[in-house]
């Protein structure tokens, strides 16, 4: 199981949050050939990894998490309604969940990447927590 971090911010002005949980999808808006790498890392999300929306607050240096689901379907295909090509999510989690980057998570950090996997252990636990949590 891997833990995956997505932007949901097109363009740098389109919040896609809502579209991607009301398509049930997670996706990259940008063609396959404008991003090669962003396409392989797709590849390898697998049927029950975790994944997270994710932005990112330069300013006050905190990682916002705005929803967490399961991958169900790993198969990339384009999603219109998202603008872009993706994969199937189970949605678990909706909210605003800020964590502090410290210095030492903000070192060598991949946190303005449109998708990576997260290998950070305090926002790998606290995405299981949120995602594991009894809804209410």
Not at 28 to 52: C, H, M, N, Q, T
Not at 68 to 96: A, F, M, P, Q
Request: charged share 25%; proline share 2%.
């Amino acid at each position: 199981m891997a833990i995956y971090g997505i932007g949901a911010m097109y363009e740098g002005k389109y919040d896609m949050t809502q579209i991607f949980i009301d398509n049930k999808c997670a996706c990259i808006g940008w063609e396959p050939d404008d991003a090669p790498v962003l396409y392989s890392i797709l590849r390898k999300v697998k049927i029950g990894d975790f994944i997270y929306i994710k932005s990112i607050v330069i300013a006050s240096k905190e990682i916002r998490i705005k929803a967490i689901g399961v991958i169900v379907d790993y198969n990339i295909r384009e999603y219109k309604s998202c603008h872009g090509h993706g994969v199937g999510v189970k949605w678990l989690w909706t909210g605003d969940e800020r964590i502090h980057i410290t210095e030492k998570m903000y070192r060598n950090n991949v946190f303005n990447n449109t998708l990576y996997e997260e290998y950070n252990h305090d926002i790998q636990v606290r995405v299981l927590d949120l995602s594991l949590k009894p809804k209410k």
